[in-house]
């Protein structure tokens, strides 16, 4: 292309090689103010600090709890022994022995004080004194004592004290746990004993030592999988998924982790529990009744139900309150907003003032939160599931009045037209002329917040308004109960996922059947 060429190609496209400066910089410039935007946003919200001062470790802990569950054995240091004990409300039952805990007891020697037959000659003791004041052979005048001792007159003498020689501890034999080992899977264990605590992790042992209400003192340096703030102080070691102990100067506390949710179908007073699934099966359907009242079937389903870890029978319970105040609010708003919406539509009711007021009072209505309304209501009618209605029919109602409002203002105004034109009274005409074409519109639109008011049901009844919300902020309080959590969160989204999918497939055919 020769330069005349190029000069006359020029002059015929001005606009798109001589452009002004502000348009040949527009998109550098909006890309700087993102990149500036996202380093106010970076500076304001402190994001760098929140991320590196985050504690991870418990966020994966807490993570690790919904799918996991802990078994927590406590191994106390005594005199030349150790004692093991179980948490009271324990996922093994009332007295647990696990086989990953493996014990080894001996003869001990513990020392004890003297004996309580010793205490007439203890020093302190005063003899032929009671515990009100000293008591004489005589019998008492009424003019020289009272019950409480002498009144008036020479004060009795108190007999001289005399001091017991000190007695020796008393040496008594006993069986005790002298040693203590726990298996956390893949060679990792724990050895404990009176004085020492060994801790294995991948083939690298971790040496303490033991001073009794002393200190914990390490033997070389700590290795990455251990911790320990202060000299003396407790010892943290870290097992990854399989759990972790804490070595204290009077004790170790070991965190066995497994995977699963514990008990999850039988709690530990069930007759069931502990069974692998082929014998509670023959138990249900084959085996002699347990309770002579009711079959074994029927008395393993009340066992599921009033689990008292699972709590399901409440947990169902209440997801059923939340299903049924999502459907409730939805309908009763639905109900509302049709006719008014009618009302609030300028071509259908040619009266400003009303159009005007009724969208005012949707604003008012759909510009509180839900949430806000929760409140207020559970405040007006008590924690419950009428709160949670409440509060998803007055919000509902301001939003489908708008929405039904402007689909009937953008209608097709031929139909009506049509309608009119062949004699139709006034109530005929919205009838046949306008329903016809707003009604798979609203169905479609109630339809998405039903399944929506589903999600919302929950975080209202977290504040009182009833429903699962509550017992799954309950368990969220706690900090322990995590696989509670997981466990109505999985069935919060079974739920959303069902209705979405029911909700889906009625909006296609009410949209198909309208395209038809």
Do not use: C
């Not at 804490?246 to 007759?271: A, C, I, M, Q, Y």
């Amino acid at each position: 292309m020769t330069e005349a060429e190029t000069n006359a190609l020029v002059a015929r496209h001005a606009d798109v090689f001589n452009r002004p400066l502000t348009e040949r910089l527009r998109g550098i410039l909006i890309a700087a103010g993102i990149s500036l935007y996202l380093v106010f946003a970076w500076w304001l919200f402190a994001i760098g600090q929140v991320v590196s001062g985050g504690n991870w470790e418990i966020a994966g802990a807490y993570l690790a709890d919904w799918v996991s569950y802990e078994v927590r054995p406590n191994i106390d240091f005594e005199e030349g022994a150790l004692t093991v004990s179980f948490p009271r409300f324990s996922p093994l039952g009332d007295d647990p022995k696990p086989d990953w805990l493996v014990t080894e007891t001996a003869m001990v020697e513990r020392r004890a004080a003297a004996g309580a037959g010793a205490a007439g000659q203890s020093g302190g003791a005063i003899s032929g004194a009671g515990f009100l004041g000293a008591l004489d052979d005589k019998a008492a005048t009424k003019t020289e004592e009272s019950f409480l001792g002498p009144v008036g007159g020479a004060a009795q003498a108190l007999e001289p004290q005399v001091e017991a020689p000190a007695t020796e501890p008393v040496v008594i034999r006993a069986e005790a746990v002298v040693r203590a080992e726990v298996s956390l899977g893949d060679g990792n264990h724990i050895l404990i004993e009176p004085e020492r605590v060994a801790l294995t992790r991948d083939g690298e042992t971790l040496v303490l030592d033991i001073e009794r209400n002393v200190g914990v003192v390490a033997q070389g340096a700590l290795p990455e999988w251990a911790s320990q703030r202060a000299p003396g102080a407790k010892v943290i070691v870290r097992f990854g998924f399989a759990g972790r102990a804490e070595v204290e100067d009077d004790e170790v506390k070991v965190r066995r982790r497994f995977l699963g949710w514990e008990n999850f179908v039988f709690d530990t007073r069930s007759p069931y529990w502990g069974k692998p699934a082929s014998e509670v099966l023959r138990l249900v359907f084959l085996g002699e009744r347990i309770e002579p009242g009711r079959s074994n079937l029927a008395l393993a389903w009340d066992n599921i139900l009033n689990n008292s870890e699972w709590q399901h029978g409440d947990v169902w319970l209440k997801l059923l309150q939340t299903i049924v105040m999502a459907f409730a609010g939805t309908v009763l708003a639905s109900l509302l907003a049709f006719p008014l919406a009618f009302a609030a539509a300028r071509n259908i009711t040619p009266n400003r003032l009303a159009n005007q007021v009724l969208k005012r009072i949707f604003d008012l209505l759909r510009s509180v939160d839900m949430l806000i309304w929760a409140l207020f209501f559970t405040r007006a009618f008590g924690p419950g599931p009428l709160a949670g209605i409440s509060a998803i029919f007055f919000t509902d109602t301001g939003t489908f009045g708008k929405l039904y409002s402007e689909a009937l203002e953008n209608i097709d105004d031929k139909q009506r037209e049509g309608v009119r034109s062949v004699g139709a009274s006034p109530a005929s005409v919205q009838r046949f002329g306008v329903v016809p074409q707003v009604l798979p519109v609203f169905l479609s639109q109630s339809l998405y917040f039903w399944e929506s008011n589903t999600r919302s049901a929950t975080i209202i009844g977290a504040v009182g308004a009833g429903g699962i919300g509550l017992k799954l902020w309950e368990a969220m309080r706690t900090n322990q109960d995590w696989e509670n959590v997981a466990y109505m969160v999985l069935l919060i989204l079974i739920v959303v996922f069902v209705f979405d999918s029911i909700s889906t497939a009625l909006r296609h055919r009410l949209i198909g059947r309208q395209g038809g």
